[in-house]
């Protein structure tokens, strides 16, 4: 069950448009700016790393560092930990 659980999520994350993620990042006030966020939306729809896997994870993050910043990768990961744990699977991240 949970690997299907993690299928959908990644999936979900392939479909996260712009305006999904800004309102994430005000929710759980992470600084991201609308570029960013279409260049976050942009990479994730191309990604095919599984981000419970640390290393697909680290990969996945370094990816977007290398398209915006190291700041907005560490943003990404928070708020990645951050509805991980809203939804009681921050486990799932370890």
Do not use: C
């Not at 299907?4 to 600084?31: F, N, P």
Request: charged share 30%.
């Amino acid at each position: 069950m949970k690997h299907v659980a993690q299928q959908i999520v990644s999936q979900k994350l392939r479909q996260l448009t712009v305006d999904d993620l800004l309102h994430y990042s005000q929710k759980y006030r992470i600084k991201i700016t609308r570029a960013e966020a279409k260049q976050i939306v942009s990479a994730l729809k191309k990604s095919n790393e599984n981000p419970f896997d640390p290393k697909g994870r680290k990969r996945m993050l370094k990816n977007l560092a290398a398209i915006t910043s190291n700041d907005t990768a560490r943003s990404v990961n928070q708020l990645l930990i951050k509805l991980a744990k809203e939804h009681g699977v921050e486990h799932w991240l370890q």
